[in-house]
């Protein structure tokens, strides 16, 4: 791997860690100011919602500037929402302001690896950012978790800057301000990342040029014959994967009587084989291979569905650990064979904004229908339900449309295979 790719993957941890850590200090931060459920439910469609509306737009940025100052300004961004739910804006609005800098900062983070690195490395270079992000959901939602955790707390909370009233009070607003500290050393990581040789595209002049130009990726991405299967592989995972960080928060709750800190820890345990499954994929799977994991999405939702019957945490633990392997040994090899196609058809950062649009649509889709589904009383457990099935059907109708490809368009399919077999630039 080059010298730049360690850059990128230092980024990487810093900025993700500080999102997940966030992401457990806002719910306890809507649940200790006596705000409903619901509403703690809807912070993931709410971090989504800059992912859709600026699809358009962020893709096309990040292949007209160089990346590594994408990835900065974005950071900048996410401290800026930080900042405002400390000073009084609603939590659900600041999250979002925060989604808003991961929606810029995902198409550099992506797009740059396809610039740096051949597409023999596409793979690896994928396990390894993918298990390094995962590894960083893990120590960031167990960080984020102890931080509004009493221990860790009273002593945020015991500092105090010499005649200035910080009116920072309760552990989650702690949390939050000590948070930033880490997107500041990411957007330092990301002040040197190197400038690669890939020629920057120019930025369409109009809102509207640059609208025409993503439906026309989006329309491009869907209508390859391997894209589209991949595209909607990953789009499903994220969705479902998105909504399930906190529902596994609420079914902790509900099962096993957790509060925050220690739910946090059962999220964490998830990533963690989501983790092994990336890097396991990232060592045995090629590029060629990767509509041959297809499969295990259906046993992902089989799997999801059984959390029902779990009671006790230490059936939960190793339980949680295969799902998550499952997870991360399908999605990674299918997430590099969308950077691939999506690469060859129109650049790398326009490809990465139609894959987050996607991925972020659904998770949005699937956010508002479970915030809905709560708000209207249901049921942690009823929403798991709905969730495994969801998952375990669309991946079977997947499975039979890359079948029909295969039969009804085998040439195109073998050849686009063969390109992702012997594309060795």
Request: net charge positive; hydrophobic share 55%.
């Amino acid at each position: 791997m080059k010298k730049g790719f360690y850059t990128i993957m230092s980024a990487q941890f810093f900025s993700s860690l500080a999102d997940n850590a966030l992401f457990v200090a806002a719910v306890e931060l809507l649940k200790t100011s006596g705000q409903p459920e619901w509403q703690r439910a809807a912070l993931v469609p709410m971090f989504a919602l800059f992912y859709v509306i600026l699809a358009p737009f962020v893709g096309a940025f990040a292949d007209a500037v160089p990346k590594g100052k994408v990835m900065f300004f974005s950071n900048l961004i996410k401290v800026a929402g930080c900042l405002m739910m400390l000073f009084g804006t609603h939590p659900l609005l600041s999250y979002a302001i925060v989604g808003l800098g991961a929606a810029a900062y995902s198409p550099a983070k992506y797009g740059i690896l396809t610039e740096l690195l051949p597409n023999s490395q596409l793979v690896k270079a994928n396990g390894w950012i993918e298990g390094l992000t995962i590894g960083s959901i893990i120590l960031g939602v167990l960080l984020g978790g102890q931080l509004v955790g009493r221990v860790i707390a009273s002593r945020l909370l015991s500092f105090d800057l010499p005649f200035v009233d910080t009116g920072i009070n309760t552990p989650p607003e702690a949390a939050i301000a000590s948070l930033m500290a880490l997107y500041v050393i990411a957007a330092a990581f990301n002040l040197k990342i190197p400038r690669t040789d890939a020629p920057l595209q120019p930025l369409a002049h109009s809102a509207g040029a640059l609208i025409r130009d993503f439906s026309n990726c989006n329309a491009r991405l869907w209508n390859d014959k391997l894209g589209q299967i991949s595209l909607a592989t990953t789009t499903l995972f994220w969705g479902v994967s998105g909504n399930l960080r906190y529902i596994v928060l609420a079914w902790a709750l509900a099962a096993l009587g957790y509060a925050t800190t220690e739910a946090s820890s059962l999220v964490g345990v998830v990533a963690l084989g989501t983790a092994v499954g990336a890097v396991m994929a990232s060592v045995r799977m090629r590029l060629d291979q990767a509509t041959s994991v297809i499969p295990l999405g259906i046993a992902m939702g089989v799997l999801v569905i059984a959390m029902n019957f779990i009671t006790k945490v230490w059936v939960a633990a190793p339980f949680l650990v295969v799902l998550g392997a499952i997870g991360g040994f399908m999605v990674v090899p299918m997430n590099a064979l969308l950077q691939h196609r999506g690469h060859n058809l129109m650049g790398a950062g326009r490809s990465i904004a139609v894959q987050n649009f996607n991925e972020q649509a659904c998770i949005l889709g699937l956010g508002a229908f479970y915030t809905g589904l709560t708000k209207f009383g249901m049921s942690a457990f009823g929403a798991i339900t709905i969730f495994g099935l969801a998952v375990a059907s669309i991946m079977w109708l997947i499975g039979r449309w890359h079948r029909n490809n295969c039969i009804h368009h085998k040439a195109e399919v073998d050849h686009l295979i063969a390109l992702a077999r012997h594309d060795r630039h």
